[in-house]
């Protein structure tokens, strides 16, 4: 089993920067892909960007493209969302999963970490 959990969320203006961080607990973040997903209310999840933590390759939604940075610490057991620029339409419920089978699915959620971007 893993525990994932999300901080570092709050409230921003647009133009402002957050950094979330996802911690994790029952196993290491080493070898395994790591995600960040948001969901607004009444909307679907969206995808946000992956980490696929042995081969240091990332790739991002269009939508934060140049704004959103993910990255990891395999010594701290964490993996970050550094968001830069923010804007209004990046409010959402923030959450972190882990494939941790290495199927291309993610089996294990946070809890998710709220960001409100202000205008």
């Known amino acids: 089993q893993v525990q994932l959990v999300e901080s570092g969320g709050g409230l921003v203006q647009a133009g402002g920067s957050l950094r979330l961080s996802c911690a994790a607990s029952?196993?290491?973040?080493?070898?395994?892909?790591m995600g960040w997903f948001r969901q607004a209310p009444g909307k679907e999840r969206e995808f946000v960007a992956r980490l696929g933590w042995s081969g240091g390759n990332t790739y991002y939604a269009d939508s934060v493209k140049g704004r959103f940075t993910i990255s990891g610490d395999s010594a701290k057991n964490t993996v970050y969302l550094q968001m830069n620029s923010l804007k209004p339409e990046d409010t959402a419920v923030y959450y972190c999963a882990a494939d941790i089978k290495r199927d291309g699915s993610f089996d294990y959620w946070g809890q998710g970490t709220q960001v409100t971007v202000s205008s």
């Open positions: 029952g196993r290491t973040f080493t070898n395994y892909p």
